[in-house]
C-alpha cells in the first residue's frame, strides 16, 4: 500500500501496560486521547510454594515485544502510519522485583511479584533492629510501613538466598530494578548499552528511597543492607530515557514512566489537590492527590508519589489505599475452585442472586493490607449454610472487593477531613455492572466510570507526549480533552449498607492471626515425625488388624 494511501491523524502515542496478570500495548491519538488499537498477552503466575508468587522476567519481556509487534500490525490493516508514534509511555507494577546479570542480559532469579510473603521471616527480623519493632520506624521518610509489599525486603531476600546473585553483587555484575528498570534497560539495548534507570514514583515504592530528597537513601541502604551501586538512577516521570533499539518501532524515545497507580491517577486527571480514583487490577488501590504537600496518614494509608511530570516541574504526592485482592479473587475463583470457566461468568452468577445470603468473603491471600497491614491474616469464608451456592459465593466476592474500598475510603475521608463525594474508577473490574452497582451501594456515594477504561495507559502515554523533546500532548487543564462517563447511583438506604458493611468487618477481625512465620523445625507435619505417637498409632493399627483376623478365624 502506497505510503500516501495512509490515514493521517497526527502524531500518535504507544503506551506499555505491564500489570500482574498481563502485558499490553496501546495506542493513542494524542491530540484527542483517541485509543486506536491494542494487544493483549496473558502472563503466566508461578506459585512455587505456598505464599510465594513469582514471574518470569524474560516471559514479562517477551510479552512486550510480542504487544508491540501484534498492535503495529493492526494498525497497518487500519491503515494508520505507524511512523506517526513519535514517543512510548511505561506503566508496570510496581514493586515487584528483578535482578539480572549486565553482562548476560540474563535474569538472575524469577521476578518476586509484589503479593509475595516469603520475605515475612526477614520482615520479623528486621523488625528486631527497629526501636519498639515499629513498623512505621521509615514512614516519614519513605512514607511506607516495613511490609513484605515493597522491593527492599524481596531484594533482601534474594541477597541473602540466592548464591548467584550475591556472586554477581560481588563481581560487579549484578543489576536490581522494578519491572519498569527492567523493561527501559532491555529495550533501550539491554546488554549493549541499556539505560538503567527509574522513574519517582517507582522508587518510592522500594523502601530505599527518601520521597523528599528525591534520592535514594545511604542510610535505608544501609538497614537493608543493599549496596548502592546495583540502584537504578531515578528519574522524573516524564522525560527522555532513551531510544527503543529493535523491532517496529525502532528509534522511537522511551519518554513516559509511570507506576501503575500513579499512571492511573494521570490518566483519570487527577491533577488537582482531594481528586481521586480507584483502580480495580489484581488488586484494588485508591489514591488522592494532595498535591506537592506529603500527607501522613494516621489511619493505615500510604504516602507515596504521584507523578513529577517532567525534570523541572513539581513533585506532588498522594495518599494510598492498597488492597492486595480484588480481581484476583476472581481468577480464584475460576482457576482454583473452578466454579467458572471465565471470568465474565461471576458477574451473571452474581446477578441471579442479587444478594450473598449472609455469606462474607475475606480474600486475605496474602494477608491484610491497607489499613491493617495484617500479614497473618487468611482467607475465610463465612455465614455459610445449607442454602449457600456458588452464586451466594460469586456475589460475597464480588461485596468484598467492595467492602476493601469502603475501608480505605473511610479511612482518606479521616485523613483529609473532606469526604469524597463521587468515586471515580477505572481497571478491568469495572466493566463488571454489578460490582459497580456494589460498590456505590456500599459506599452511598456515586461511581464514576470513564468510557474508556484503559486510564491506566493512557496516562502513561500523557506523560511520555508531554516529555521536553517530543511535546505532542499537551497537560494543560484547558487542553484536556473531556470524558464522558457511565455514572452508577445508590440503590440501597445507608442502613442496609452500614448493617452489611458491620458484618464484613466482625468477618475481617476472625481473619486475623491465622499465621506465623514460626514453623516445625524440620518442617515436617506429620504425626509421625512424633517417635512415640508414630509408635503408638502404627502399634495400635496392628492390633486392630490381628483382633479383625482372630476374629475372622473364630466364625
Known amino acids: 500500500m502506497a505510503a500516501s494511501d495512509r490515514m493521517v491523524l497526527g502524531p500518535l502515542v504507544g503506551s506499555i501496560d505491564q500489570g500482574t496478570s498481563s502485558t499490553r500495548f496501546l495506542v493513542f491519538n494524542a491530540k484527542t486521547a483517541e485509543l486506536l488499537s491494542h494487544h493483549q498477552v496473558e502472563i503466566q503466575q508461578k506459585f512455587p510454594k505456598e505464599g510465594w508468587v513469582e514471574q518470569d522476567p524474560k516471559e514479562i519481556l517477551k510479552s512486550v515485544h510480542e504487544c508491540v509487534e501484534r498492535t503495529c500490525e493492526k494498525l497497518q490493516q487500519l491503515n494508520i502510519d505507524i511512523t506517526n508514534i513519535k514517543a512510548i509511555g511505561v506503566s508496570n507494577q510496581r514493586e ?34 527497629i526501636p519498639g519493632k515499629n513498623k512505621a520506624f521509615f514512614k516519614f521518610r519513605t512514607g511506607l510501613p516495613l511490609s513484605t509489599y515493597f ?17 554477581a553483587v560481588d563481581d560487579g555484575r549484578a543489576m536490581f530494578g522494578t519491572i519498569d528498570s527492567w523493561l527501559i534497560w532491555s529495550l533501550t539495548g539491554g546488554k549493549n548499552g541499556g539505560v538503567h534507570c527509574t522513574d519517582v514514583t517507582n522508587a518510592s515504592r522500594t523502601m530505599l528511597f527518601n520521597i ?29 530515557y532513551g531510544l527503543m533499539k529493535s523491532g517496529a518501532l525502532t528509534g522511537v524515545p522511551i519518554s513516559g514512566c509511570l507506576g501503575d497507580q500513579s499512571a492511573a491517577l494521570v490518566g483519570q486527571m487527577c491533577f488537582q489537590d482531594g481528586q481521586a480514583k480507584n483502580t480495580y487490577g489484581t488488586g484494588c488501590f485508591l489514591l488522592c492527590n494532595t498535591g506537592q ?51 465474565q461468568e461471576v458477574e451473571k452468577l452474581a446477578a441471579e442472586v442479587g444478594t450473598s445470603y449472609g455469606c462474607y468473603f475475606v480474600p486475605a491471600f496474602s494477608g491484610l493490607y491497607a489499613p491493617y497491614w495484617e500479614p497473618s491474616a487468611r482467607g475465610i469464608i463465612c455465614g455459610l449454610t445449607q442454602f449457600t451456592n456458588k452464586k ?25 477531613g473532606i469526604p469524597l463525594n463521587q468515586l471515580q474508577v477505572d481497571g478491568g473490574m469495572t466493566n463488571n455492572k454489578v460490582l459497580m452497582q456494589l460498590q456505590s451501594d456500599i459506599l452511598c456515594i456515586p461511581v ?27 497537560l494543560n487543564p484547558g487542553d484536556l480533552t473531556a470524558v464522558t462517563c457511565e455514572r452508577f447511583e445508590p440503590q440501597i438506604n445507608p442502613e442496609e449498607s452500614e448493617f452489611r458493611y458491620a458484618r464484613w468487618k466482625k468477618a475481617v477481625m ?14 515436617d507435619t506429620s504425626i509421625f515425625c512424633s517417635l512415640p505417637l ?22
Open 392 to 416: 451466594h459465593i460469586a456475589f460475597a466476592a464480588l461485596e468484598a472487593v467492595c467492602f476493601q474500598t469502603r475501608e480505605i475510603l473511610d479511612a482518606i475521608n479521616k485523613d483529609c
Open 212 to 240: 523528599h530528597s528525591l534520592e535514594w537513601d545511604p542510610e535505608l541502604c544501609q538497614f537493608f543492607d543493599i549496596p548502592m551501586e546495583i540502584l537504578p538512577k531515578v528519574r522524573s516521570s516524564s522525560e527522555i
Open 293 to 343: 504537600k506529603s500527607v501522613f496518614s494516621e489511619h493505615g494509608l500510604l504516602t507515596t508519589i504521584a507523578y513529577k511530570l517532567g525534570r523541572d516541574k513539581p513533585v506532588c504526592y498522594a495518599l494510598e489505599g492498597s488492597v492486595a485482592i480484588a480481581g484476583a479473587v476472581v481468577r480464584w475463583l475460576r482457576d482454583n475452585l473452578g466454579i467458572v470457566k471465565t471470568s
Open 510 to 523: 476472625k481473619s486475623m492471626g491465622w499465621e506465623t512465620s514460626e514453623a516445625p523445625s524440620n518442617g
Open 151 to 167: 522491593s527492599a525486603v524481596k531484594l533482601r531476600w534474594l541477597l541473602d538466598n540466592v548464591e548467584e546473585i550475591r556472586q
Open 96 to 129: 515487584t522485583t528483578v535482578v539480572w546479570d549486565k553482562t548476560t542480559g540474563e535474569p538472575l532469579y524469577n521476578a518476586i511479584v509484589w503479593l509475595d510473603l516469603r520475605t515475612q521471616s526477614t520482615v520479623e527480623r528486621l523488625l528486631k533492629r
Open 448 to 474: 464514576v466510570k470513564p468510557s474508556m477504561p484503559e486510564t491506566t495507559a493512557l496516562g502513561a502515554a500523557m506523560a511520555a507526549g508531554a516529555a521536553e523533546g517530543v511535546g505532542i500532548w499537551s
Open 534 to 555: 508414630g509408635f503408638f498409632i502404627m502399634s495400635s493399627m496392628i492390633m486392630l488388624i490381628g483382633a479383625k483376623y482372630v476374629s475372622g478365624t473364630d466364625k
